[in-house]
């Protein structure tokens, strides 16, 4: 069965089409994003822009003509937590479902983080004990632990690259001052972060996901996507402060030009080291694996899991937490 998953998150609006089938491995077909940075985009009432939600607009109805040319039977949309955090989330979500037919579903931080967890346990089985993942977005940082398929902590806190970049810093580059201040900051952020995540117990293996990890170990030196999957890609702690120390004085556009960075996040490249630098400390980790797989499969393995299969039907949508904003939509809606 061929799905599409479609993520709006705070920089992309991505779509990942594959091949799935419950107790198969999901194979990619393809890959499309737009470039929206819609965390950017916020008014001063912190509502998205009537600009930004037309892009989002033009975005999704773009990504769905492409998921049903590529013979999608289904289309599993979620929006993170750039639309999460509008003021007028539920405004925005109303006009996608009714100019698009696509009806995203808003997953609080938490389930991110949960169902990024699932798709690291599926990645790496049963044999790597007792785990524990990462994930830097835009507008947030989710953390995971656990033995099971079922982490035992998830937590989201915003410490996203983007926010950082927004909230954190008036230079490009950063100054010394900022970059200090935002570390040790960092540190008081995340120290109750990591007693509650190690409260079971160290991992017997840590493990990052998504693009910045990605960017950071390629940049360390870790082996290059075109080395395939199952390429064992490594980020070090000392790796990363060397990395630190020269990214945090170089230009956002002189950073895109180095090799790995895509342009589109080149400018909370340092935010981003800085947050898993200061994670990996919080933590005492001396190394953090890449997994391939992130928050897109984990959506995708979820529901398969979840209705015995695609071809059984729409599985009910998810209780809204207490304190999530916007609306939240059917998980695997199909077309209208």
């Known amino acids: 069965m061929r799905l599409g998953v479609l993520d709006v998150g705070s920089n992309t609006v991505h779509l990942l089409v594959v091949d799935a089938h419950r107790g198969a491995h999901p194979t990619p077909a393809r890959s499309e994003k737009s470039v929206l940075r819609l965390a950017e985009q916020l008014d001063g009432r912190g509502d998205l822009s009537r600009a930004g939600a037309d892009h989002l607009v033009r975005a999704v109805a773009a990504a769905k003509a492409s998921a049903e040319r590529l013979g999608c039977a289904e289309l599993m949309a979620f929006a993170t937590s750039a639309v999460r955090e509008a003021g007028n989330s539920a405004a925005v979500l109303e006009r996608v479902r ?3 037919g696509v009806e995203l579903e ?12 699932l798709a690291v346990r599926r990645w790496h089985g049963w044999s790597a004990g007792r785990l524990l993942c990462l994930d830097i977005g835009g507008g947030s940082l989710e953390l995971a632990a656990g033995m099971d398929e079922e982490p035992e902590t998830a937590l989201s806190v915003p410490l996203g690259a983007g926010r950082l970049t927004r909230t954190r810093f008036r230079k490009d580059p950063p100054g010394r001052t900022e970059i200090r201040e935002t ?3 960092l ?7 990591a007693r509650e995540l190690l409260a079971g117990g160290r991992p017997d293996r840590a493990v990052a996901t998504s693009k910045t990890f990605r960017t950071l170990a390629r940049l360390t030196g870790a082996a290059p ?3 395939g999957p199952r390429a064992r890609r490594v980020l070090t702690a000392a790796g990363l402060r060397q990395l630190v120390a ?11 030009e180095l090799e790995g960075v895509s342009p589109s996040r080149a400018h909370q490249l340092v935010a981003g080291a800085l947050v898993a630098e200061a994670a990996m400390r919080a933590l005492s980790l001396g190394e953090l694996e890449i997994c391939p797989w992130a928050l897109r499969e984990g959506v995708i393995l979820r529901r398969l899991d979840q209705t015995g299969g695609p071809e059984q039907g729409t599985s009910e949508a998810p209780t809204k937490r207490s304190g999530e904003t916007g609306r939240t939509g059917r998980h695997g809606a199909r077309w209208s």
């Not at 540190?187 to 972060?193: E, R």
């Not at 020269?246 to 895109?256: E, G, N, P």
């Open 98 to 100: 009714e100019e698009t």
């Open 106 to 117: 808003v997953l609080s931080g938490e389930d991110e983080a949960r169902h990024t967890f």
């Open 183 to 185: 570390s040790e900051w």
């Open 187 to 193: 540190d008081g952020q995340l120290a109750p972060v």
């Open 225 to 227: 996507s075109s080395a």
């Open 246 to 256: 020269f990214i945090s004085r170089m230009s956002s556009h002189d950073l895109a």
